[in-house]
């Protein structure tokens, strides 16, 4: 070798570099808490400065082996800041518990940001299904829930021609401009009971600080 010194400085160069890189790649998971193991993550724009900010669903494994015990898992929002994370959420009342999905299993099904806003969906039953989403967005200096997308069907048999299965009751709704679709279906023939599309009176946004799934 023609330059040992160089080559081993070299070397000790690209190790720091590496180590620094993988510290700050995943420095977020200092905020998972201890017990506690990553289930979900989502990262994007909440706060509309254009950096991406992190979102983690956490479970605790332990706690979760007792089936008849709903413990909820931890949902935990990090904005970016500089070089670092602040976590600006911590709760335990927005993310359904294990057992919470009936014969289905586990009612998670996903996180995600889009447009600024975090979506959240779970899903559960047997032959009876249910799905919801619950949409919250970053305003006024915290998180508020601006939209929800309710849908139960007996998920046996299914009406082709109006694309949906039988006794479907589905409702979404857009809290900030009262705009909301409702519609349900007979639970024996293809035909909708009621297929409504209106605007209700807006009502005050309910926090996530204050946002209780299980209510």
Same mark, same amino acid.
């Given at each position: 070798?023609?330059?040992?010194?160089? #080559?081993?400085?070299?070397?000790?160069?690209?190790?720091?570099?590496? &180590? @620094?890189?993988?510290?700050?790649? /995943?420095?977020?998971?200092?905020?998972?808490?201890?017990? #506690?193991?990553?289930?979900?993550?989502?990262?994007?724009?909440?706060?509309?400065?254009?950096?991406?900010?992190?979102?983690?669903?956490?479970?605790?494994?332990?706690?979760?082996?007792? %089936?008849?015990?709903?413990?909820?898992?931890?949902?935990?929002?990090?904005?970016?800041?500089?070089? &670092?994370?602040?976590?600006?959420?911590?709760?335990?009342?927005?993310?359904?518990?294990?057992?919470?999905?009936?014969? =289905?299993?586990?009612?998670? $099904?996903?996180?995600?940001?889009? /447009?600024?806003?975090?979506?959240?969906?779970? #899903?559960?039953?047997? /032959?009876? !299904?249910?799905?919801? *989403?619950? !949409? =919250?967005?970053?305003?006024?200096?915290?998180? @508020?829930?601006?939209?929800?997308?309710?849908?139960?069907?007996?998920?046996?048999? !299914?009406? +082709?021609?109006?694309?949906? =299965?039988?006794?479907?009751?589905?409702?979404?709704?857009?809290?900030? *401009?009262?705009? @909301?679709? #409702?519609?349900?279906?007979?639970?024996?023939?293809?035909?909708?009971?009621? /297929? +409504?599309?209106?605007? !209700? %009176?807006?009502?005050?946004?309910?926090?996530? $600080?204050?946002?209780?799934?299980?209510?």
């Amino acid at each position: 070798m023609k330059n040992p010194a160089l #080559y081993l400085l070299s070397f000790l160069l690209l190790l720091s570099v590496s &180590g @620094y890189t993988q510290q700050t790649k /995943n420095d977020w998971e200092k905020f998972i808490s201890k017990g #506690y193991d990553l289930l979900d993550s989502c990262s994007g724009d909440l706060n509309k400065d254009n950096i991406a900010d992190k979102v983690l669903v956490l479970y605790n494994e332990k706690l979760e082996s007792d %089936p008849e015990k709903e413990i909820g898992r931890k949902l935990i929002i990090l904005f970016k800041e500089g070089s &670092g994370w602040k976590k600006v959420v911590e709760t335990d009342k927005v993310i359904m518990c294990k057992s919470c999905g009936g014969v =289905f299993g586990d009612p998670f $099904a996903a996180i995600a940001i889009k /447009n600024n806003v975090l979506v959240i969906d779970h #899903y559960g039953g047997s /032959n009876w !299904r249910w799905a919801s *989403t619950h !949409r =919250f967005r970053f305003q006024n200096g915290a998180f @508020y829930l601006i939209g929800k997308t309710h849908d139960y069907s007996w998920n046996v048999e !299914r009406c +082709e021609t109006l694309d949906a =299965f039988l006794a479907t009751e589905y409702e979404d709704e857009n809290l900030v *401009t009262g705009q @909301y679709v #409702y519609k349900k279906m007979d639970e024996k023939v293809c035909k909708w009971l009621k /297929n +409504e599309k209106g605007k !209700r %009176p807006v009502k005050p946004l309910q926090a996530l $600080a204050n946002f209780d799934i299980s209510k």
